[in-house]
DNA sequence: CTATAAACAGACCTATAAGTCTGTTATCCT
DNA sequence: AGGATAACAGACTTATAGGTCTGTTTATAG
């Protein structure tokens, strides 16, 4: 194989397997090892390729992670339609997936923040940056549906952001105890019955 | 001092700066050694008194954290009153304690929870119990609340309860952050607004 | 007052995990 | 083809942390 693509593929394959590894088991309390042990791999290869464990675990973030929450939460809420449906379906879609995990482990994101809080502020810019990114694009598709007519011109759209991260990182904790299926139902029930009060009203 | 009397202050104070610091680094990343170094006690005192570090959180969450959780967001909500202002002002007046830490680790139980989820089923059991007594008594104050005519009768008692604790513990992980006044304003003012709908009608 | 057990001190053992270093294999360039 | 270097293997070093064990202090009972 050409050497840059076996670098690129190596590096890759270390990557993947390091995100999946970390989101079940937390950074700190995953090796190395673990990861190389399901990769084949040694030692060697591994700090041949990344400097140290931190600095790894940033390369996920920054590449993995961020793709993984853009593709699954920020990407659905684009487009020309009804924002506030556009949002629970996203929601729901994402809550979808989390359900059919044998064994589910949260919100990746959350997770991390909540692992590397007061502990790592380096790490933990990333990690926000990343939050940052959704919750300007939650506003954004906001104020874009109060022109288009869809939503409440009188809601304050940064609050409703926050009101929808909270709601979404928090359903996604309580689901990791395995009643994903109901918990999904109701709280997509009680998000919709929030969204009749951002939504546009004819009258006044 | 009694006998009986120094173990007891022994075990609480071992206890309780325990829960500090694992709030503060979790429990993985909390040594024994560290906790020990702040109370200058040895291995010898803590291992005469526990029999392993697991066994110790176990009982720190059944005894000190379920008390915590209990007086900060289970007793606020009893009450002969509207209930739906009860948990308002008790979730405000959490976020407002949250609020005042300098360095702020967000809410002690979901931590936990998303640091054991996958990785100790047993500890898992125990913060789930202190979540589903929080959730229970939720939907005991709602159902209350309608037959007290505070409440409109339509509503899922169940499904409000997970939405409240789901966003309850979302803002309190994106508080970690630093910007606490302004997270805690737009959570409680969409709150608020959430609980437009949930609230008694007087027209049909 | 003293024997006895509780309460505690701290050196020690052991396992784990991050990171290093030297040696080996695979790939590329001329 | 063959030297040079990238890519990787794996033994080794070092630090940390859970837990043990033996010895010492302190309090209570008789």
Redesign the pocket.
């Known amino acids: ?4 693509l ?2 690129m593929a ?1 590096m890759q394959r270390i990557q993947t397997t390091g995100l999946e590894i970390f989101y079940q088991k937390g950074y700190h309390n ?4 673990d990861i190389l042990k399901e990769l ?6 591994f ?3 990344f400097q ?3 600095e790894y675990f940033i390369s996920i973030v920054q590449n993995l992670l961020f793709r993984k929450v853009y593709s699954s939460l920020i990407e659905p809420i684009e487009g020309e339609e009804d924002p506030l449906n556009k949002i629970a379906a996203c929601f729901d879609n994402a809550l979808e997936t989390a359900e059919h995990n044998f064994l589910d482990y949260g919100f990746v994101l959350s997770n991390f923040i909540t692992e590397f809080n007061g502990k790592n502020p380096d790490i933990m810019n990333y990690l926000q940056d990343i939050l940052k990114v959704w919750e300007v694009n939650l506003v954004t598709a906001l104020q874009k549906g109060k022109t288009d007519g869809y939503v409440n011109r009188h809601i304050d759209s940064e609050a409703v952001a926050t009101y929808l991260i909270s709601s979404y990182i928090g359903i996604r904790t309580l689901m990791v105890e395995g009643n994903g299926k109901m918990l999904r139902y109701k709280y997509i029930q009680q998000l919709r019955n929030y969204f009749k009060l951002i939504e546009h009203k004819e009258s006044v």
């Open positions: 194989m050409d050497k840059q076996k670098r190596t995953t090796s190395i090892d084949s791999l040694s030692k060697g290869a700090y041949y390729h140290s464990k931190e």
